[in-house]
């Protein structure tokens, strides 16, 4: 089939060169100019395992990318993959989907057969059918159900894991209004599922699709949420957290995954989306107590984790060693990195703060220009009065004698990451 990706940013990118790889032509639409370009060379604009090869294996082939929308003209099908940033107040920002949408629908005044439109963003309830359809229908002439259709695919890929995460889905959402809407997408993903062994595929509607992306992402933000409230309770008791956590896991029912305890979650998705959904339950008037409670708890990770360094070292005028500056290991990815508040907690009292990761120092340096970096742990804590652990990069663990060079060797662990050994103060969150 032919189908149009507008928008070649970690989703865009990522399927459009797993639909290639699964005999589809694919063609990217980016305003972006040098990432249509990279895109062209056969590079992929953004870091993922797996991406560059499929990208230099379709590229100029069955993978192309263009600035023109007029290239969705000879194409069956269209994804939105733009971005849904937050509004200050958490309300779902569409601006960057409704410019897309006119662009988009312009395009299809001038194409005579009919088109569908999925929805790939993460975007709030019956916006697809009621901001994103008005917009295709003024801008393109055409007419819903006759000759444009609606469709909404959400995304579950993790960074870090996209490539494997989108060809090996633990299920496929295809929401859609009509049956030719239904039967198209069912087309385009056929030669996945069948590719990734007959995951389920779930066909629902419009709205129900675009809700299923936020009842997945709050369920396992509040699913780490939850974990961090047992923890907590469990350092107050002087007990060992995780093996309360793994046990429990062991439960069909709760499963171990995202049970991981620490100083909470960040990413580009998790703190958006449940803002997001919070903000439009409120507009229908209901207030989402459990949602509210998870991004409660998730704030107050960063200053428990604080309070536990007050424990041992005043931060006014230490030098304190911040490990870890990515929302999550394997990424140099800092969107809503926990790193960020703790950081700005150290600045706010007065501590000399110096930061080490190891794949995100560039994107963090953005953010914080005035703090000092290091380009190794070691270096970090050479001379630090204390270091605070906020992501759980696998190096981690591995630090040992590193610690000998510390001023203080006063480590507060966030993640659980560190192995405890003789000659540190060994404090862990959870
Ligand atoms: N990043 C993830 O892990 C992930 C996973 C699942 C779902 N999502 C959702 O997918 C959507 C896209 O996220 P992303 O992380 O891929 O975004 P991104 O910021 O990485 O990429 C967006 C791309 O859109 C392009 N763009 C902006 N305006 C445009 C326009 N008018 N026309 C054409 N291109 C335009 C940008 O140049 C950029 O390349 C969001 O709704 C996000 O919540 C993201
Ligand atoms: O047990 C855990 C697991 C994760 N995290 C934290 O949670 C955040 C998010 O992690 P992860 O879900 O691995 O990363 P993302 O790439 O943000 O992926 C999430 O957000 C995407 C965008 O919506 C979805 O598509 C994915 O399904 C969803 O997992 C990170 O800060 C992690 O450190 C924990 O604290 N404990």
């Known amino acids: 089939?032919?189908?149009?990706?507008?928008?070649?940013?970690?989703?865009?990118?990522?399927?459009?060169?797993?639909f290639a790889e699964v005999g589809h032509d694919v063609v990217n639409v980016d305003i972006d100019e040098e990432t249509v370009a990279t895109l062209?060379?056969?590079?992929?604009?953004?870091?993922?395992?797996?991406?560059?090869?499929?990208?230099?294996?379709?590229?100029?082939?069955?993978?192309?990318?263009?600035?023109?929308?007029?290239a969705v003209r000879d194409t069956d099908v269209t994804f939105l993959a733009l971005p849904t940033p937050s509004e200050d107040d958490g309300h779902i920002d569409l601006s960057?989907?409704?410019?897309?949408?006119?662009?988009?629908?312009?395009?299809?005044?001038?194409?005579?057969?009919?088109?569908?439109?999925?929805?790939?963003?993460?975007?709030?309830?019956?916006?697809?059918?009621?901001?994103?359809?008005?917009?295709?229908?003024?801008?393109?002439?055409?007419?819903l159900g006759e000759d444009l259709d609606i469709g909404m695919n959400p995304e579950f890929l993790r960074e870090g894991s996209a490539v494997e995460d989108f060809l090996s889905p633990d299920k496929v959402v295809l929401g859609s209004e009509t049956e030719r809407a239904a039967g198209t997408l069912r087309a385009v993903f056929d030669p996945l599922v069948a590719r990734a062994e007959d995951p389920p595929v779930v066909e629902?509607?419009?709205?129900?699709?675009?809700?299923?992306?936020?009842?997945?992402?709050?369920?396992?933000?509040?699913?780490?949420?939850?974990?961090?409230?047992?923890?907590?309770?469990?350092?107050?008791?002087?007990?060992?957290?995780?093996?309360?956590?793994?046990?429990?896991?062991?439960d069909h029912r709760i499963g171990s995954a995202f049970l991981g305890a620490g100083v909470g979650w960040g990413g580009s998705?998790?703190?958006?989306?449940?803002?997001?959904?919070?903000?439009?339950?409120?507009?229908?008037?209901?207030?989402p107590a459990m949602l509210e409670a998870a991004v409660e708890v998730n704030d107050r990770q960063p200053v428990r984790l604080l309070g536990r360094l007050r424990e041992h070292v005043d931060p006014d005028g230490a030098r304190v060693a911040v490990l870890g500056l990515a929302f999550k290991p394997g990424t140099d990815d800092v969107r809503n990195s926990r790193a960020i508040p703790l950081v700005e907690a150290l600045l706010d009292a007065n501590a000399d703060v110096v930061g080490y990761d190891p794949v995100a120092t560039e994107n963090f340096r953005d953010e914080f220009p005035?703090?000092?970096y290091a380009d190794s742990a070691g270096e970090?804590?050479?001379?630090?009065?204390?270091?605070?652990?906020?992501?759980?990069?696998?190096?981690?663990?591995?630090?040992?004698?590193?610690?000998?060079?510390?001023?203080?060797?006063?480590?507060?662990d966030g993640r659980r990451i560190v192995t405890r050994r003789d000659g540190i103060v060994y404090e862990s969150l959870v």
């Open 1 to 18: 089939m032919q189908l149009s990706i507008v928008g070649s940013g970690y989703v865009g990118t990522t399927i459009a060169a797993c």
């Open 40 to 70: 062209n060379d056969g590079d992929a604009p953004i870091h993922e395992p797996g991406l560059d090869d499929l990208v230099a294996e379709h590229a100029g082939d069955r993978l192309r990318a263009t600035t023109d929308y007029a």
């Open 96 to 143: 960057i989907m409704k410019a897309g949408a006119r662009s988009l629908g312009a395009t299809l005044a001038e194409k005579d057969e009919p088109h569908l439109v999925v929805t790939k963003s993460t975007v709030v309830p019956t916006t697809t059918e009621e901001v994103i359809a008005p917009i295709l229908e003024e801008e393109s002439g055409k007419t």
């Open 204 to 250: 629902t509607g419009v709205a129900e699709a675009e809700m299923i992306k936020y009842a997945n992402n709050g369920f396992l933000a509040a699913k780490i949420s939850l974990a961090n409230d047992i923890a907590n309770i469990c350092k107050e008791y002087d007990i060992d957290s995780e093996e309360v956590l793994s046990a429990i896991g062991l």
């Open 269 to 287: 998705c998790f703190p958006k989306d449940v803002a997001a959904i919070i903000a439009a339950a409120r507009d229908v008037g209901y207030d």
């Open 370 to 372: 005035d703090i000092e």
């Open 380 to 412: 970090a804590l050479d001379g630090a009065d204390a270091a605070l652990v906020v992501t759980d990069w696998p190096e981690f663990a591995d630090l040992d004698t590193e610690f000998d060079a510390m001023a203080t060797p006063v480590v507060v």
